[in-house]
């Protein structure tokens, strides 16, 4: 099993482009979780997705922020426009669906830079 | 709201030491707590689940504890490597929400 995969894993732009991030959560996962890492407010839960549906996004920041489930296979997180603000590592994460006791595997990131 | 705490927030020991990490959270309705171990500029790796009705969970040379109505996790580490020097997270999944809720994370280093 190759994990979670995100790409890409680096990604530097300018304020004011838009930026895409992408995860492919673990195949027979069905719970799919986008985290961000910074170091003044650790790891927040931007939005999770069962059977694709978006369940939660109150940790969404801002209306810039996007995030969409097309299929169980693929997600995105789309930042439009990018702010400096929103350098930082986004983690995607997924897990069997319905059971809350079941462990959280994480991809290795993306590292966003906006300048 | 739930909050969790990991103290200490950096930890350097000598190779060969055991130690213990804690972690403390608010509101004891959980569905499990979860220890993670981050290398620098890396993802997250899952170290220990403890299920809310267990007290504790073995790996190898890891341990971790809960008391939930305490609102309280250990880890423990026997005979440390410098190996082990990495960020170590906690983590419970709030039984309200659902929510994986992290603490701030112990940095921690192991000198040869």
Not at chain 1, 4 to 11: A, D, F, G, L, M
Not at chain 1, 31 to 49: D, H, K, N, P, V
Not at chain 2, 59 to 70: I, Y
């Amino acid at each position: 099993d190759a994990g979670v995969i995100q790409s890409p894993r680096h990604e530097v732009t300018e304020m004011g482009q838009e930026v895409t991030l992408r995860c492919k959560p673990i195949s027979g996962h069905n719970s799919l979780f986008w985290y961000r890492q910074t170091m003044m407010r650790g790891l927040e839960l931007l939005i999770y997705f069962n059977n694709n549906v978006p369940i939660d996004d109150s940790g969404m920041p801002e209306d810039r922020f996007s995030a969409k489930m097309p299929n169980a296979s693929f997600s995105t997180l789309k930042i439009q426009p990018s702010e400096p603000r929103d350098s930082a590592v986004y983690f995607c994460a997924s897990k069997l669906a319905g059971v809350f006791q079941n462990e959280q595997f994480f991809g290795p990131g993306t590292r966003l830079t906006v300048l | 709201k739930q909050e969790v705490t990991q103290i200490p927030a950096a930890l350097s020991v000598p190779e060969g030491e055991n130690l213990v990490l804690n972690c403390s959270f608010t509101d004891s309705a959980i569905y499990n707590l979860q220890w993670f171990r981050q290398d620098p500029g890396k993802g997250l790796t899952s170290l220990l689940l403890i299920q809310s009705s267990q007290r504790e969970q073995t790996s190898g040379r890891l341990n971790a504890s809960l008391d939930k109505s305490s609102g309280r996790s250990t880890l423990y580490i026997a005979a440390s490597q410098p190996g082990d020097s990495a960020t170590y997270l906690c983590a419970v999944t709030s039984s309200n929400t659902g929510k994986l809720i992290f603490g701030q994370g112990t940095t921690l280093q192991v000198k040869p």
